[in-house]
């Protein structure tokens, strides 16, 4: 398998575990929100433009982003719950 092959390989299967976690929807919209990306409706990627390292790198830094916001917005309605325990930043 040549480095591209293996490149489209690792990140479709990066979005289908992400797939698992958010959904298919906002895995495959966050995903293709990396513009070097070519993802069809299934989120199996059929093309990657540019350097292939760095445009993983970029979409797990999406994911990542996400994930954080996702973990804070959870975290915030059990924090209001008990209002004299400072929150976490």
């Not at 919209?29 to 970029?58: C, F, W, Y």
């Amino acid at each position: 398998m040549q480095e591209q092959e293996q490149y489209l390989a690792i990140i479709t299967e990066i979005i289908a575990k992400q797939a698992v976690i958010l959904g298919p929807d906002i895995a495959i919209l966050k995903a293709r929100s990396v513009k070097e990306l070519e993802i069809n409706d299934d989120g199996k990627v059929t093309g990657i433009k540019g350097d292939p390292k760095s445009v993983m790198q970029k979409l797990i830094n999406a994911y990542v982003e996400l994930s954080g916001m996702i973990v804070k917005n959870a975290l915030g309605s059990i924090f209001e719950k008990y209002p004299g325990v400072p929150r976490m930043e």
